[in-house]
């Protein structure tokens, strides 16, 4: 009876579900409006935003950069979101497990400006505008997993934050000094130089920006340098493209070594680094020249020190400084360790300050002591690290309440004291009252005070913040181990997932962000808690969002649309008749130029709004917003839509199911269904996969759609099993980008009458649209295999599928030598091959011959 039972409540709770994905509105007979869309949405929201992974497959890591929660999404905002869901479905309908998490880059100037400005605290502000912004992502439909979310500015975030800062701090990596930096006199706070414009105005306020000196926290990032930079050569990332280049760039060629140095001050030491493209001057340099008006200079001259010297940690001497302008420093430096002895511009600078010399250099070994500094260097922990010349370490401090409280104690007798680890986290004061402008911990003064963790003496705390790209330089390990309560996360909770699969944001994060999290990866990796050191596979830069500007050509005043009218080929505005400027600008609500995600969810629901985001354009390409992409898009629901009610009317006609026969004209258009459907199958896989253009793959579909719907007679409809093969390819092929409009098509498509593939085993008739597996092409359908011979394609064959999944580079060499086409391209040798296997979509080999090599060189070499 029980086995009976179970039997029937088994099959009663399948007929439910069975029920339930093929519920269909049943509108086929309808137009296709938006308010038919929206009730597909609610239809389908539910089952789109609750589908989760087997977590028993393969794991693949999709993270779009996490938002700064302003209260409203952008249409910046809708792009890369789109972007990753669309990703992240196409891998769940390839058998992985996917992580797709979300959270909130919640501390920041922005924040606590808007905060001050509605006169509510920051922490309230910030959590109102959190839910707001869910709310919208949940309205675009977004598969995250919601049950990993974070927010820098919960203190069971930074709680680690303030860990991971402490780990730095004890291995001499989180240090405090002084430095001239940028003052935003406006915000009241410290600006890197990357937020400082070419007028020198801050990036956010708009203010003149001040010059002053004082005392800051720094993360020594350069100590890193050298393995960051090498690290963008690894064969382990993918797509990275031109932001290796800009990684490198904003690195610089790590061809010297910085070597901290020390100046006694009365009964204070002051400490500089001082770096050289030549190690070995460390050993053997003589004297140190200064840049005026630099910061240590400042402090030596406010104490009126004469005769300056400083020590050498390699050589424990000392060594004399000279102040001069006239010299060429080297980039992004105001010291030089000069080596008259052994460099002839060195000797000149002696003469100059009249400084004696050893001229005998029989002694010195340039490349044994090169080593041999650089080991005492390191061995002393004084530095000895390559590094270029310009780049800096980062300056982590903020003047501002709202971010994550550095855990430093300052006690009169035991100096700068870390928190302990058990006190942790340090959690900001609640604010109350706002009623002053500018809110820094420097007014809190209960707060402030407290006891000195190492003598009990009264301390106080630090009160500066942290800059908002430290909470956002290791998040995407927290998401993986987020409820960890013992450490930041778990090595075994990130083991199998990291590096992150495929990485996405914008090319504006591509510099500063990218290069902090890096160091951050390599950091931790070098304290044992990570098992590769880079934490981004594959990384995919999307473009701005662009709209079109309008403002007066006399005064530069931007003006909306709708005070500008067009008269023959020029712009006018209406009221003045003054000419105007039209351009394509990143959107802002100051230039009148911005979309409201809002009209387009309303006007059109999510489903199309993330069509129209994600084609036409590649993601990396920037995007011009306008209406005029519209037609194409809703024209392509329409059709689709159509396909389905035509579907059903020729499997429901009766007359149509009896004729039997077959002609020359059936066989002819089942083969071009059978060849469209693997063609399309295969370049729509490649493009989703490999090259993440989805504007190219949105495309092939939409080809697909024209065969289906292009001389089709109804018997081919109602009868062809290739027919019904590449519509149900083509609604699961689509489903990644619209998922709720895609779960109604094939809602439509399985109550029809009639089907003729209940034994394939291409698709699964027994699963919803959100289960179903990505097809495949048939295993003798022939594939694409190109050869390239010195980038030039020179021959493209046809391979049956199952064939060219085990083809290995060297078989694709001797198939391609037998080819005419290329054999007498390589007469001159064979100096390099590189072969590119795509599985069920295609492959390249590249061959590059003697000549192009040599070509190559040559032009290096001039």
């Not at 952008?74 to 992240?88: E, N, P």
């Not at 993918?238 to 060629?253: R, S």
């Not at 406010?302 to 980039?331: A, D, G, L, Q, W």
Request: glycine fraction near 4%.
């Amino acid at each position: 009876m029980k086995v009976l039972c179970g039997i029937l409540s088994y099959r009663f709770g399948y007929i439910k579900f069975f029920q339930r994905y093929t519920s269909s509105l049943g509108l086929w007979h309808e137009q296709l409006t938006t308010e038919i869309k929206l009730k597909i949405e609610k239809q389908w929201g539910e089952d789109v935003q609750s589908q989760k992974c087997n977590i028993n497959k393969d794991p693949f890591y999709v993270l779009p950069m996490f938002p700064y929660p302003s209260g409203n999404l952008h249409m910046g905002h809708v792009r890369v979101y789109s972007i990753s869901d669309t990703i992240a479905w196409f891998h769940k309908m390839n058998g992985k497990n996917v992580i797709h998490p979300i959270g909130w880059d919640a501390f920041g100037l922005p924040a606590e400006n808007a905060a001050i400005e509605h006169n509510v605290p920051p922490q309230d502000w910030t959590r109102a505008n959190i839910e707001t912004m869910k709310n919208q992502l949940s309205n675009l439909g977004f598969n995250f997993n919601w049950e990993k979310e974070i927010s820098t500015c919960d203190p069971n975030y930074y709680k680690w934050t303030q860990y991971i800062f402490l780990k730095l701090f004890e291995k001499g990596l989180a240090y405090q000094n002084k430095a001239r930096v940028n003052w935003d006199p406006v915000d009241k706070t410290v600006l890197a130089d990357e937020q400082v414009d070419d007028n020198g105005c801050s990036w956010r306020s708009g203010a003149k920006v001040e010059k002053k000196v004082l005392t800051q926290w720094f993360i020594k990032t350069t100590k890193f340098a050298k393995q960051l930079y090498d690290g963008l050569d690894s064969k382990h990332l993918e797509n990275w493209k031109d932001i290796i280049n800009l990684q490198k760039h904003w690195i610089g060629e790590c061809n010297g070594v910085s070597v901290t140095f020390q100046i006694k001050l009365g009964d204070n030491i002051k400490s500089f680094d001082v770096w050289t493209s030549e190690p070995y001057k460390l050993l053997h340099g003589e004297f140190l020249i200064m840049q005026k008006n630099n910061v240590i200079l400042d402090e030596i001259l406010s104490k009126e020190t004469r005769n300056v010297k400083c020590y050498n940690p390699i050589t424990n001497t000392e060594m004399p400084i000279y102040f001069t302008n006239n010299f060429n420093y080297p980039e992004g430096q105001e010291v030089y360790l000069a080596c008259p002895s052994t460099t002839l511009e060195d000797r000149k600078l002696s003469e100059e300050f009249g400084i004696s010399y050893d001229k005998d250099i029989s002694d010195i070994d340039i490349n044994n002591d090169n080593h041999k500094a650089v080991d005492i260097a390191i061995r002393k922990n004084v530095g000895g690290h390559y590094v270029s010349s310009k780049l800096k370490d980062w300056l982590i401090s903020r003047q501002r309440y709202w971010g994550t409280p550095i855990p430093i104690i300052h006690c009169p007798k035991c100096g700068t004291v870390p928190v302990p680890y058990e006190d942790l986290p340090v959690k900001l004061p609640e604010i109350t009252n706002i009623d002053f402008r500018y809110q820094t911990l420097t007014h809190a003064y209960d707060w402030i005070t407290c006891k000195c963790p190492q003598c009990s003496s009264v301390a106080k705390r630090e009160t500066d913040t942290m800059d908002t790209f430290v909470d956002s330089s290791w998040y995407y390990y927290r998401f993986l181990d987020h409820d960890n309560e013992n450490a930041p996360f778990s090595r075994d909770k990130i083991e199998n997932l990291t590096p992150v699969n495929c990485y996405i944001g914008g090319k504006e994060h591509a510099v500063l962000h990218l290069y902090y999290a890096r160091f951050m990866s390599y950091f931790l990796h070098s304290l044992g808690w990570t098992s590769t050191p880079e934490p981004f596979k594959k990384l995919l830069v999307q473009g701005m969002i662009m709209g079109q500007s309008y403002k007066i050509k006399s005064t530069g005043k931007y003006i909306p649309p709708g005070n500008v009218e067009k008269i023959g080929k020029e712009y006018k505005e209406k009221v003045s008749g003054e000419p105007v400027l039209v351009q394509w600008e990143k959107m802002s609500k100051s230039k009148y130029n911005g979309e409201n995600p809002k009209r387009l969810l309303t006007s059109y629901g999510c489903d199309t709004t993330r069509l129209l985001i994600l084609a036409d354009v590649p993601p990396s390409t920037s995007r011009r917003w306008s209406d005029t992409t519209l037609p194409g898009v809703l024209n392509w629901q329409h059709r689709l839509w159509l396909t389905i009610g035509d579907f059903l009317k020729h499997r429901n006609n009766v007359n149509l199911m009896k004729d039997n026969s077959i002609t020359k004209e059936w066989n002819d258009r089942d083969t071009l269904l059978w060849n469209s459907r693997n063609y399309f199958n295969a370049t729509t896989t490649y493009h989703f996969k490999y090259t993440q253009k989805l504007s190219v793959g949105i495309s092939r579909l939409q080809s697909l759609t024209n065969v289906l719907r292009n001389n089709m007679p109804p018997e081919t409809v109602a009868k062809s099993k290739e027919y019904e093969l590449a519509l149900a390819s083509l609604i699961i092929m689509l489903t990644p980008v619209s998922p709720h409009f895609c779960s109604e098509l094939w809602a439509g498509f399985l109550s029809a009458p009639n089907r003729l593939n209940d034994s394939t085993n291409l698709i699964n008739w027994e699963k919803s649209i959100l289960e179903q597996d990505w097809p495949k092409v048939d295993n003798n359908f022939g594939l694409s295999f190109l050869c390239k011979v010195d980038g030039a394609d020179r021959c493209d064959l046809k391979v049956k599928a199952e064939e060219l999944s085990n083809l290995n580079q060297e078989q694709a060499l001797q198939i391609m030598l037998r080819q005419e086409s290329v054999a007498k391209r390589i007469e001159r040798g064979i100096a390099k091959i590189n072969y590119e296997l795509y599985p069920n979509c295609r492959a390249i080999l590249n061959i590059y011959t003697n000549r192009i090599l040599k070509k190559e060189k040559i032009q290096d070499n001039c």
